[in-house]
Nanobody, 114 residues
Framework: QVQVVESGGGSVQAGGSLRLSCTAS????????GAWYRQTPGNERELVAG???????NYADSVKGRFTISRDNAKRTVDLQMNNLKPEDTAVYYC????????WGQGTQVTVSS
């Protein structure tokens, strides 16, 4: 089975930085698409950033210029560098690791205080 593990979440002050890491383990191949989503209570999960197999990326307008998504095929990771964090970034962040199937992490809490 494939397991997707997220790390790097936590609590920071506004203006701080965090780096989220998503690692796929088990029987797994290189992802053709990797992404980070986030969700707050009562809202649908929204795409924060995505990265394709050709390394093209896309970002939600709210995080452009502050967040950077990257991938390392050898490590089977999809990382999200988050800079200049704002309280509105507070959410549970989920990693999507997609091969022939889609695999989701369990979510990691990011809390940004004023």
């Amino acid at each position: 089975q494939v397991q997707v593990v997220e790390s790097g979440g936590g609590s920071v002050q506004a203006g701080g930085s965090l780096r989220l890491s998503c690692t796929a383990s088990g029987t797994v191949i290189i992802a053709n698409y990797g992404a980070w989503y986030r969700q707050t209570p009562g809202n649908e999960r929204e795409l924060v950033a995505g990265i394709e197999s050709d390394y093209s990326t896309n970002y939600a307008d709210s995080v452009k210029g502050r967040f950077t998504i990257s991938r390392d095929n050898a490590k089977r990771t999809v990382d999200l560098q988050m800079n200049n964090l704002k309280p509105e970034d507070t959410a549970v962040y989920y990693c999507l690791y997609r091969t022939m199937k889609s695999y989701w992490g369990q979510g990691t809490q990011v809390t940004v205080s004023s």
